[in-house]
């Protein structure tokens, strides 16, 4: 556990120098075009790999996005929409719309305890050490630069978990060392039934229509 938790801390060090840089929302706000295509329409479902909903991304940590955007640009997660999307944006792009979506957290805040997840999903995220990083309400990660996962769609995180298993697929895939550590340790049928507690809980984040923005 204190393994995991060092290097834990060595990823989002590194992930939080990303956002050092100036962020500007009103920036943001006018960059956000090839978002709310996907991002921006209440129940949006995407096709590839499979059938899921978009994440939502209103109110998610501003750090996680860029450093997410990077990991798509530098093809170490691999999807190729976010990828053609994540390549035509600077820096100051990311870090901009990163910082607009980030001050869409939904309000009030999510309290600090959640309902208790049943036996059998309990065990699965004691093995899992889901908290050690997510924060034990998952809404408040040790790091921004790790996601806010409360309330997010169960079948996007299921997707989203079974891609750190993927290997050597040209467009599947996301490399994380930690996250594929203990991703691994599942069976899909697992991971499943962690993507459905940790969306049935309370969380910050939201899915807010374009007409809504402006």
């Not at 169960?154 to 750190?164: E, N, Q």
Request: charged share 20%.
């Amino acid at each position: 556990m204190k393994k995991l938790l060092q290097i834990s801390i060595t990823l989002a060090a590194l992930f939080g120098a990303a956002s050092a840089q100036a962020q500007d929302v009103k920036a943001g706000e006018k960059k956000i075009a090839m978002c709310i295509g996907c991002h921006g329409i209440p129940g949006y479902q995407a096709s590839f790999p499979e059938i899921h909903k978009v994440p939502m991304i209103a109110g998610q940590n501003a750090k996680y996005i860029v450093a997410s955007l990077q990991a798509y640009a530098k093809g170490e997660r691999k999807h190729p929409t976010m990828r053609g999307i994540a390549t035509s944006m600077s820096e100051q792009d990311m870090l901009d719309v990163a910082a607009f979506y980030e001050q869409q957290a939904k309000k009030p805040a999510v309290p600090e305890s959640v309902p208790a997840a049943p036996a059998n999903v309990a065990e699965l995220l004691t093995k899992g050490a889901c908290i050690s990083c997510h924060g034990v309400n998952f809404s408040k990660p040790i790091d921004p630069a790790y996601p806010k996962i409360a309330g997010q769609h169960a079948d996007y995180l299921t997707v989203a978990l079974k891609s750190y298993k993927t290997e050597k697929n040209a467009n599947i895939g996301r490399s994380n060392g930690v996250m594929a550590g203990q991703v691994k340790q599942f069976s899909n049928a697992e991971l499943k039934a962690i993507s459905g507690y940790i969306a049935s809980l309370p969380g910050e984040l939201a899915t807010v229509p374009q007409g809504k923005m402006r």
